[in-house]
Structures are given as C-alpha cells and as structure tokens.
C-alpha cells in the first residue's frame, strides 16, 4: 500500500492538471486514474456519496418489501403487480433522497427523472420477466426473486446514477454550495 501511496504522490506531482487521458486508455467521464491523480476527485466524497446511496437505497429497499409483502400477502394478485408497485414506490423515494442529498444535484427535474425513467425502461421489463419467471414457474419464493432484484437494482442504478444521471451536476445544489462555503 506505501508503494502505491509513493508512486501515486511522484505520478500526480508529474502530471499536469490540463493532462487529458487517452480516450482508448482512460475513460473521459467518471472516476478515472488521472482524476484521482490530478487530485480531482475527492476520495472522502466518494465514500460518503457511496454509504449515503447505500443508506437511501436501504431504506428504498424497506418500503419495497414492506408494500411487496403486504401486497403480495392480502390479494391474490400474481407477482408482477405486486412486485411492480413495490417498485415504483421504491424508486420514487429513492430518486428524491439521492438527488437532494447524496448527489445534491440541482440539475433539472424533469430530465434526471426522464433519465432514470429510461434506466427503469429496461430494468423493469427484464426484472419483472425474469423475476415473474423465477416466482411462478420455477417455484422461487417471491421475496427471494424481490431481493435478487433489489440488489442488481442497487448497484446499476447506482452506477447509472453517479456516472449518467448526475455525473455533471454534482454537488450543485444550495446545500452543497453552503456545505463547501464552510470548508473554504
């Protein structure tokens, strides 16, 4: 770890801050080797970025087995209804968390909320297929296919999220500004 720790302070002191990666070795967006080198991305917020989302989606994740289970244990509805109101609920509070706070983006509403809608247009139909084929005929219990999804949902959406949805604006907000006016 000392070595990494060396090479890295030797590499970001050598390392102009106009550097561009190459676009076939380094990706542009997102956390890159350059970035963190260069000292731009700041490996605190990351992790408390992380642990907030992760928090969020818990939480999101409580309300989606609380209505799946009450749905799915008081009507004779088959999987997928259940599973699918459970979800969108889910999402929506999960959305608002993350984009006031573990974001705290002040991009505009409705086309985040566009962005993640198309995020959900492919998630939900696969999920939902899947999950309604491990449920009713391959015998799964629900709630297991339920938190299989749950955790594939967390971490693409969370990918998705950080490096698509918000990946330019974040920490944009008024909260986020009045938080790094106290630093400086």
Same mark, same amino acid.
């Given at each position: 770890?000392?070595?990494?720790?060396?090479?890295?302070?030797?590499?970001?002191?050598?390392?102009?801050? =106009?550097?561009?990666?190459?676009?076939?070795?380094?990706?542009?967006?997102?956390? *890159?080797?350059?970035?963190?080198?260069?000292?731009?991305?700041?490996?605190?917020?990351?992790?408390?970025?992380?642990?907030?989302?992760?928090?969020? *989606?818990?939480?999101?994740?409580? %309300?989606?087995?609380?209505?799946? $289970?009450?749905?799915?244990?008081?009507?004779?509805?088959?999987?997928?209804?259940? &599973?699918?109101?459970?979800?969108?609920?889910?999402?929506?509070?999960?959305? $608002?968390?993350?984009?006031?706070?573990?974001?705290? *983006?002040?991009? /505009?509403?409705?086309?985040?909320?566009?962005?993640?809608?198309?995020? &959900?247009?492919?998630?939900?139909?696969?999920?939902? %297929?899947?999950?309604?084929?491990?449920?009713?005929?391959?015998?799964?219990?629900?709630?297991?296919?339920?938190?299989?999804?749950?955790?594939?949902?967390?971490?693409?959406? &969370?990918? &998705?999220?950080?490096?698509?949805?918000?990946?330019? =604006?974040?920490?944009? /907000?008024?909260?986020?500004?009045?938080?790094?006016?106290? /630093?400086?």
């Amino acid at each position: 770890m000392q070595d990494f720790q060396t090479a890295a302070s030797v590499l970001k002191h050598r390392l102009p801050h =106009s550097a561009k990666p190459h676009p076939r070795i380094l990706p542009q967006r997102g956390i *890159s080797l350059t970035l963190l080198l260069r000292g731009d991305i700041n490996m605190n917020k990351e992790l408390v970025r992380t642990i907030k989302f992760t928090l969020f *989606s818990i939480s999101a994740g409580a %309300i989606e087995l609380v209505l799946f $289970t009450l749905l799915d244990g008081f009507t004779d509805w088959p999987y997928w209804p259940c &599973y699918l109101i459970a979800l969108v609920a889910s999402v929506v509070w999960n959305f $608002t968390l993350n984009r006031n706070f573990t974001f705290q *983006s002040a991009n /505009n509403v409705p086309i985040a909320m566009l962005k993640v809608a198309a995020f &959900y247009a492919v998630f939900t139909p696969v999920s939902t %297929i899947l999950g309604n084929y491990l449920a009713e005929t391959a015998k799964w219990p629900g709630i297991l296919v339920t938190i299989l999804n749950m955790l594939c949902n967390f971490v693409l959406e &969370y990918l &998705y999220d950080r490096f698509f949805v918000f990946g330019k =604006s974040i920490d944009t /907000n008024s909260r986020a500004k009045k938080k790094d006016g106290k /630093n400086n």
